[in-house]
């Protein structure tokens, strides 16, 4: 079945730097939204950076000029290159993604879907 596999968190000191990345593997049709999101302990989950339906690229006021997202679509996977980190970007990253499933026992495709990364722990801290 079709899953979001992240990896890449750490402790970094402040004005240090991480690269997340979020693989979708299984049988996958077409991956229409890819981005993502994060939530610091008693807080609601952000959407942080990603792609839009239409590849727009978009990001939140607060990582503007310090991060960046890029992708690999040949291997399904996209990254979020974090750079000049403060003590406030500590949280739980998620990487969340519309995608459509495909079907190998019937070569048909499914219906989209949002799915989830198990989330990686980034902790800003000197």
């Known amino acids: 079945q079709v899953q979001l596999v992240e990896s890449g968190g750490g402790l970094v000191q402040p004005g240090g730097s991480l690269k997340l990345s979020c693989a979708a593997t299984?049988?996958?049709?077409?991956?229409?939204?890819m981005g993502w999101f994060r939530q610091a302990p008693g807080k609601q989950r952000e959407w942080v950076a990603g792609?839009?339906?239409?590849?727009?690229?978009g990001y939140a006021d607060s990582v503007k000029g310090r991060f960046t997202v890029s992708r690999n679509s040949a291997k399904n996977t996209v990254y979020l290159q974090m750079n000049g980190l403060k003590p406030e970007d500590t949280a739980v990253y998620y990487c969340?993604?519309?995608?459509?499933?495909?079907?190998?026992?019937?070569?048909?495709?499914?219906?989209?879907?949002?799915?989830w990364g198990q989330g990686t722990q980034v902790t800003v801290s000197s």
């Open positions: 969340n993604a519309r995608i459509v499933p495909f079907n190998i026992a019937t070569a048909t495709a499914g219906s989209p879907d949002d799915y």
């Open positions: 299984g049988s996958i049709f077409s991956i229409n939204m």
């Open positions: 792609f839009t339906d239409r590849s727009n690229l």
